[in-house]
């Protein structure tokens, strides 16, 4: 089983929602495989980051984990394989699958999209705002 395979089980095994796998040899420098995920909290996203650091460690795999201050956006650098761990508000404020050639998280046009919502509870206009004063 390929590492990228593994997270992809664990974070599933964790009740991680919205699972998503990017290739990204000839895109990038970084990583080969980057894995997108969300979680239901806070207390989620740690979780999940948590025991993946402990699956890998018990691979022999040593996981830099950045973000568990706050857990709305955990990153875990396996090597080649990329973990982003995300609240689904924040998720959808970034929108790395957009960025990346994935499919978008943006909202039907017409209605609010998270992202929109995200920014304004941060006071941020958004793009359908007139005011970017």
């Known amino acids: 089983m390929s ?24 895109k990038s420098s970084f ?7 969300s979680g239901r909290s806070p207390r989620h996203v740690a979780a999940m980051a948590d025991h993946l650091q402990e699956k890998l460690k018990g691979m022999g795999l040593y996981a830099q984990v950045e973000g568990t201050q706050t857990c709305d956006w955990v990153l875990l650098d396996a090597g080649d394989v990329v973990v ?39 006071g941020v206009p958004g793009p359908d705002s007139a005011d970017f004063s």
């Open 3 to 26: 590492v990228a395979a593994f997270i992809e089980a664990s974070l599933d095994a964790d009740k991680g929602e919205d699972i998503i796998v990017l290739d990204l040899r000839g």
């Open 31 to 37: 990583a080969d495989t980057m894995i997108i995920c």
């Open 84 to 122: 982003h761990l995300f609240r689904p508000e924040v998720r959808a404020f970034y929108n790395l699958e957009k960025m990346w050639g994935g499919t978008s998280l943006s909202a039907p046009v017409g209605e609010k999209s998270s992202r929109d919502a995200y920014a304004a509870s941060l």
